[in-house]
């Protein structure tokens, strides 16, 4: 394991995962509310800083390589859980909510079923346009539960359904990059 910077961001993106819920437990409601939007807005910001550093500065490692996109759904995962928890089982959360949980699952599972081969289904760039757009829709619906500002609760909206169909998109295109490899005669 080798601890340089991009890998320490990615390390505290990790941390920060399950804080964002466990304030709703540790602070009053409106505090609560606001630590859970910093911290979210720390990690998605680190998310996009520890990968430049790695490259900027070729300290790319099999660590951070193995350990980001697991923050990134450790991330995604509890924001979801929290959101649920927040807005209930209102279909504008709950909707695309399922459908990105379904495919960051069935990506995982995929690229671990995959092993050595999992090396083609390597990011797309579409797929960060869909975490960014998570990231994005993410806080801004953390955001509203703080100010209660109905613009910010539109748009957060719409950017997660947004990030609800490029989830879809992009799962669709690792299956079907997935699929050779699949067929039981390969």
Same mark, same amino acid.
């Given at each position: ?67 980001? *996109? ?109 699929? *050779? ?6």
């Amino acid at each position: 394991m080798t601890w340089n910077l991009p890998n320490i961001l990615t390390v505290l993106r990790l941390i920060a995962a399950p804080l964002v819920a466990l304030v709703f437990f540790i602070l009053p409601a409106e505090a609560a509310a606001w630590a859970a939007v910093i911290l979210f807005a720390f990690a998605s910001v680190t998310d996009w800083f520890d990968g430049y550093l790695a490259r900027k500065w070729n300290q790319m490692s099999k660590f951070g390589t193995m350990l980001d *996109p697991i923050a990134d759904k450790a991330m995604v995962v509890t924001a979801i859980a929290v959101l649920a928890m927040t807005y209930g089982m209102a279909a504008v959360i709950i909707v695309p909510a399922a459908f990105i949980l379904l495919r960051e699952t069935f990506v995982s599972g995929l690229r671990e079923f995959l092993g050595e081969t999992a090396g083609l289904l390597k990011v797309t760039k579409l797929a960060k346009w869909k975490t960014t757009a998570q990231m994005v829709a993410i806080a801004l619906l953390l955001l509203y539960r703080a100010c209660d500002v109905a613009v910010v609760f539109y748009l957060g909206g719409l950017i997660w359904w947004i990030a609800g169909v490029l989830t879809v998109i992009t799962g669709i295109d690792y299956l079907r990059k997935a699929m *050779p490899y699949l067929r039981e005669d390969a």
